[in-house]
C-alpha cells in the first residue's frame, strides 16, 4: 500500500509549513514584549531578534527598557549588533539598559524612577562612601558612571622601545563605547576620590578622551606607568583616604583609571573600568 501523500495534502504542507516555523521562530523574540519580571535580554537573543526583523524599532527599544539587557556594550558587542541591524535608538537603550543578573523581586517603588545618574545615592558622609570616583552634585557627591574599557595594542611604540634602549615605554589603546559619558558638567568642577585600602592617590590615571567613530578611546603605556592622553591634577586630603580634584581642564570628555586595570602586557583581553565623566563648552 502506498504511503504517498495526495497532491492536496502536499500542497498544504508546502504552503503552510514555512509559516509554522516562522512562527516559532519569532515567539522567543515577541516575548521580549513581556513585563519587567521576565530575565534581561541575552546579546544572543536580541541579535537574532534583529536578524528575524519580528519587531518595529520602537516595540523591540520598549523591550529593552522594560527588561534590560544582561550584557555590557563593547565595541565588539556592538559591531555584532550593528551588523544585525540594530539602529542607533536601539543602540543607546543597549548601553543605558544593562541590568546583569536577574535581582529578587522586590515591591514597586512609591517614586518614579530617576535618570541613571541621579538614581545612584548622593552622600556626604565618607564613612558611607564606595572606593571610587565622585562629582560634586548641589551639595552632595554623586558617584561617575562606570564604563568597560576594551584593551587593543599598538605596533609601532615596540619597536620604538627597543630602540631607545627602554626609555619610550610601549602603549596599549582603550576603547570606550559611546561617543559621551552620560555624566555632564560644566568647568570649573570638583571631584572626590575614595581610595579602596592598601591604593593612594597616585593608584588612579586621569585621562582625555578623543572621539573615534562613535567611540571614545585613550593611550597608556603598558601597565599604567604614564599616559600620553594623561591629565595633571593637584588632590587635595579631605578625610581618612578621601580626596578632593578641583577640575578646570577644558570642554571634552574624560575618565578616571585605576593604573591598575592597565596590561602589563599584550594579550591581556581582561576589560578595565572607567569612571567617566564630559565638561560641557
Known amino acids: 500500500m502506498s504511503t504517498r501523500l495526495p497532491s492536496f495534502a502536499m500542497r498544504f504542507v508546502a504552503r503552510f509549513l514555512p509559516i509554522a516555523l516562522l512562527v516559532a521562530v519569532l515567539l522567543p523574540v ?3 514584549a513581556q513585563g519587567s519580571s521576565a530575565k534581561p535580554i541575552s546579546e544572543k ?8 526583523g519580528g ?3 520602537s516595540e523591540l527599544i520598549s523591550a529593552i527598557k522594560t527588561r534590560g539587557v544582561d550584557f555590557q556594550l563593547t565595541v565588539q558587542s556592538e559591531k555584532t549588533l550593528r551588523a544585525a541591524g540594530a539602529t542607533d535608538g536601539e543602540i543607546a537603550a543597549v548601553r543605558a539598559n544593562y541590568r546583569g543578573t536577574v535581582a529578587a523581586p522586590v515591591q514597586p517603588a512609591p517614586q518614579p524612577v530617576s535618570p ?3 538614581a545612584q545615592p548622593a552622600v556626604s558622609s565618607p564613612s558611607s562612601r ?3 570616583a565622585y562629582f560634586k552634585n548641589g551639595s552632595a557627591w554623586t558617584p561617575l558612571p562606570v564604563e568597560s574599557i576594551t ?3 599598538t605596533g609601532l611604540m615596540s619597536g620604538l622601545r627597543k630602540a631607545s634602549g627602554g626609555l619610550l615605554n610601549e602603549e596599549i589603546t582603550g576603547t570606550i563605547a559611546g561617543s559621551q559619558s552620560v555624566t555632564a558638567a560644566r568647568a570649573p568642577v570638583q571631584f572626590l576620590l575614595q581610595l579602596a585600602p ?6 588612579y590615571l586621569l585621562v582625555h578622551l578623543h572621539g573615534k567613530h562613535d567611540n571614545r578611546e585613550f593611550k597608556a603605556a603598558l601597565g599604567g606607568g604614564k599616559s600620553s592622553d594623561g591629565v595633571a591634577f593637584q588632590a587635595t586630603q579631605t578625610a581618612d583616604n578621601s580626596y578632593q580634584i578641583n577640575f578646570s581642564a577644558g570642554s571634552g570628555d574624560y575618565a578616571f583609571i585605576l593604573r591598575s586595570d592597565i596590561p602589563a602586557a599584550k594579550g591581556n583581553t581582561n576589560p578595565g573600568k572607567a569612571l567617566t565623566f564630559h565638561i560641557k563648552d
Open 130 to 132: 564606595s572606593p571610587g
Open 55 to 57: 519587531l518595529k524599532e
Open 45 to 52: 537573543g536580541l541579535t537574532d531578534a534583529l536578524k528575524i
Open 30 to 32: 515577541l516575548a521580549m
Open 116 to 118: 541613571p545618574v541621579q
Open 151 to 153: 584593551w587593543e595594542g
Open 198 to 203: 592598601g591604593t593612594s592617590v597616585q593608584s
